[in-house]
């Protein structure tokens, strides 16, 4: 009886392992598109709403949950004190802030501080052009994070029930 109660908890246990790791991987196709979109909502009010940046950056943020949309509100937040603080610099501590509660991985925080470095201190014109090699280099992520999040996904759901297994199959 107590060995079926192990075993199983140890199935349970392998199982949970497998779909926090595959959970890893949708997290992060998920955030990519979040990004996508408050970049897009973003480029829209510079380019369209001639809005100030800490308005457009709460705006782009609107309707989303999640890490990736507080890297927006905590730069806004920050941008908005007037302490006097370039948009980089608020952009920069935002990211800094936010980033481990995100799954996204090095190469969209390199995108990003990039971003943040051309905005806000050029014409509009430039800050979309900006906005717009930031949404492509995410775009590429994103078809990136999707082909790993079926690919890997599915294995780390079977590794984890799997391995459980044969720790239960061995125990016995």
Known sequence: MIQAI?????LFAGAMFGFAQAAKYTDRA???RQLLHALQRLETEI???HTPL?????????GLRGPVPELFRDASGRLGKG????FRECWEAALDGGWPRTALLQAERTSLAR?????GISDREDQIKHLRLAM???RAEEETAREEQSRYGKMWRSLGVLAAALVVILML
């Open 6 to 10: 192990g075993a199983i908890m140890i």
């Open 83 to 86: 302490d006097g603080l370039m």
């Open 115 to 119: 971003l943040g470095s051309a905005l």
């Open 47 to 49: 380019g369209y709403g």
């Open 136 to 138: 492509l280099q995410i």
């Open 54 to 62: 800490p308005v457009a950056l709460d705006n782009a943020a609107s």
């Open 30 to 32: 998920v955030q990519l």
